[in-house]
């Protein structure tokens, strides 16, 4: 995972973003959390995208174990993208 060795630059919105669903899941390593953390705890943008989308797939995750059909995923994280980016 390329951001880990970024560990000591800031990291893009982007780059918080593509790794925001290791984050909820819980699969990334501490590394990668800190990393993110830190990078939530001056961009107040990506702290609502996690917080937003976080508490969604937690209770996505936790409602049912049904899948989330991909299309949607796409959607969603697309749609993010262009929040982001649209600055
Ligand atoms: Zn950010």
Redesign the pocket.
């Known amino acids: 995972m390329d951001i880990l060795k970024m560990k000591h630059r800031m990291i ?2 982007k780059e ?1 973003l593509a790794n925001l669903s290791s984050y909820v899941d819980e699969e990334g390593s501490a590394e990668l959390r800190q990393v993110l953390e830190e ?2 705890s001056w ?1 107040r ?2 702290r609502v995208v996690f917080d937003t989308t976080g508490r969604m797939m937690k209770i996505m995750r936790d409602a049912e174990p049904f899948d989330v059909p991909l299309g949607v995923s796409a959607r969603l994280y697309s749609r993010l993208e262009t929040v982001l980016s649209g600055e």
């Open positions: 893009s919105c918080v990078h939530i961009c943008r990506c």
